[in-house]
């Protein structure tokens, strides 16, 4: 797992490391990614997402799990 600390202590992650900890694939959370207004830093050719981004994608994934089981 890669965590960038660039501005203001702040904890920044690269799209590999969030689908490690969410355990979805690369695209579903590019998809997601795009329907939200995000805070993006480009460090060293990545695209890094903050901490408060990882926890929105957590939540959308966590409902739709939930709701398959429903189902």
């Known amino acids: 797992m890669i965590v960038f600390l660039i501005k203001e202590n702040k904890k920044y ?3 590999e490391t ?3 900890i969410l355990n979805v694939s690369k695209s579903k ?3 997601q990614l795009k329907k939200q207004d995000n ?3 480009k460090y060293k050719n990545l695209h890094l997402y903050n901490e408060h981004t990882l926890f929105n994608l957590m939540e ?3 409902i739709e799990k939930l709701e ?3 189902d």
């Open 18 to 20: 969030m689908r490690q």
């Open 68 to 70: 398959k089981i429903d």
């Open 29 to 31: 959370i590019q998809r």
């Open 39 to 41: 805070e993006v830093v």
């Open 60 to 62: 959308i994934i966590l």
């Open 13 to 15: 992650y690269d799209i």
